[in-house]
Nanobody
Framework: QVYVVASGGGLVQPGGSLRLSCAAS????????MGWYRQAPGKQRELVAS???????NYADSVKDRFIISRDYAQNMVYLQMNSLKPEDTAVYYC?????????WGQGTQVTVSS
């Protein structure tokens, strides 16, 4: 089984930056598609950014040009660099590992953007 742990959240002012980290154990993630999701209170969980097993990236329009998803195959890590943060980015962010029908979710890390 894959265990996914997300970290790096916190309180940041608008315009600030945070880097979220996703660490995995139990399996190598080389063949997994990885995604960062977020869910704000009262809203549906949405895909923020994804990176495929071969490194192709996609972003939600709302974060395009501000967020960068990356992965370190050797370290079995996935990152989400968040720049120019806005209050509407406030949410719990979840890391997801997907391989075919299997999905593994991290516990979530809170990101709060507020002045």
């Amino acid at each position: 089984q894959v265990y996914v742990v997300a970290s790096g959240g916190g309180l940041v002012q608008p315009g600030g930056s945070l880097r979220l980290s996703c660490a995995a154990s139990g399996s190598m993630l080389s063949f997994y598609d990885m995604g960062w999701y977020r869910q704000a209170p009262g809203k549906q969980r949405e895909l923020v950014a994804s990176i495929s097993s071969d490194g192709r990236t996609n972003y939600a329009d709302s974060v395009k040009d501000r967020f960068i998803i990356s992965r370190d195959y050797a370290q079995n890590m996935v990152y989400l660099q968040m720049n120019s943060l806005k209050p509407e980015d406030t949410a719990v962010y979840y890391c997801n590992a997907n391989l075919r029908r299997s999905n593994y979710w991290g516990q979530g890390t809170q990101v709060t953007v507020s002045s």
